[in-house]
């Protein structure tokens, strides 16, 4: 079976490769490289000992993709290509729109065009908004507060639209939590370019003295240290969970899973714990609240045990030693 992987090369995109060469898929890599780079698919190759194809294009154009999906003859679809850092996209919505709403309908065109009907898509829990209630299941309302979250959730819209229009689509919508960590091998990892977005690739910058400190946005929520709680997600364990959402596939349907550990960890206790594991002080200021930001959210992920007979295994300690691993072999990222 072959899978076209849009975004292969980005974070939980090269991930998710590994995990599916290590099943017995092959892969086909179509990503621009615009926040990923060209190293990771030889990291894929030294990793598995199997190369995936590499297809360098945009998921905006559908002649491109028709002709990707054509001359590979591909079974399935895992889509991760588009934008996704929550402060950019209320700066550049337009960007946000084009890229993500406008390249997947792109690509469901060309997969419509082919005959190809089965879709893997990553989703993200951002698109439940301020919670109701807690664990989020996937029945909580719909109410996102960033541009970026509108961007999923109108794509999710759209694929529930498709297949209520010809139900013989098979679609997963994979709603995910906070990635993070590495490949334990340390050759792939998060190495986003620019200035990173997220806590742990942060600290872990901080810790290899590529930046001064950290900042903690908010330590007064009503959290037991007063900061920030989030689902944190080993990615390796997310790549294992769209190769199992992959093989459900076989029956038409269009639902969405979350994928977290159904636990949350504060900014302080995510600091700790890599202190603990790299030996390294992990300095850091306080700065006020962000906008939109929320005290805690964590995910209910029955679903994904019940549908997919998947459950995240790794805790915070191997992501952040996994993290730091790759740290340490990559200090200055892919480059």
Not at 23 to 51: K, P
Request: aromatic share 8%; charged share 25%.
């Amino acid at each position: 079976m072959k899978v076209l992987v849009t975004g292969g090369a980005g974070y939980i995109g090269s991930h998710t490769c590994v995990a599916l060469i290590e099943a017995g898929y092959d892969v086909v890599i179509v990503d621009n490289f615009d926040n990923s780079h060209h190293e990771v698919v030889n990291r894929i190759d030294r990793i598995t000992g199997r190369r995936p194809f590499n297809e360098p294009g945009d998921i905006r154009d559908r002649a491109f993709l028709e002709m990707v999906l054509e001359r590979h003859r591909c079974d399935a679809v895992i889509h991760f290509a588009g934008l996704k850092a929550v402060g950019e996209s209320a700066e550049k919505p337009l960007n946000y729109y084009d890229c993500n709403i406008l390249g997947s309908l792109r690509l469901l065109q060309a997969m419509r065009t082919v005959g190809l009907k089965k879709l893997v898509f990553s989703s993200t829990a951002t698109v439940y908004g301020t919670p109701i209630y807690l664990p989020y299941d996937e029945n909580h309302p719909l109410s996102p507060t960033s541009v970026y979250g509108r961007t999923k959730l109108l794509v999710e819209a759209m694929l529930k639209d498709l297949f209520d229009s010809d139900p013989t689509w098979c679609i997963s919508i994979l709603r995910y939590f906070n990635p993070v960590g590495a490949h334990e091998s340390g050759l792939i990892g998060e190495d986003p370019k620019g200035i990173p977005n997220n806590l742990m690739p942060l600290i872990s910058q901080v810790a290899s003295g590529r930046r001064q400190k950290l900042t903690i946005w908010g330590n007064d929520y009503a959290t037991p240290d007063g900061t920030g709680v989030r689902d944190y997600i080993h990615v390796s364990d997310l790549a294992e969970g769209h190769v199992k959402a992959l093989q459900k596939l076989e029956e038409p349907m269009c639902k969405p899973i979350n994928l977290g550990c159904g636990k949350g960890y504060s900014v302080l206790e995510v600091i700790n714990e890599f202190e603990h594991v790299s030996n390294r002080k992990i300095n850091y200021e306080v700065g006020p609240r962000r906008a939109g930001d929320i005290g805690e959210f964590f995910a209910n992920p029955a679903t994904a045990e019940t549908e997919l007979n998947w459950r995240a295994k790794r805790d915070l300690s191997t992501m952040c030693k996994d993290m730091w691993n790759f740290q340490v072999k990559n200090p200055d990222g892919y480059k």
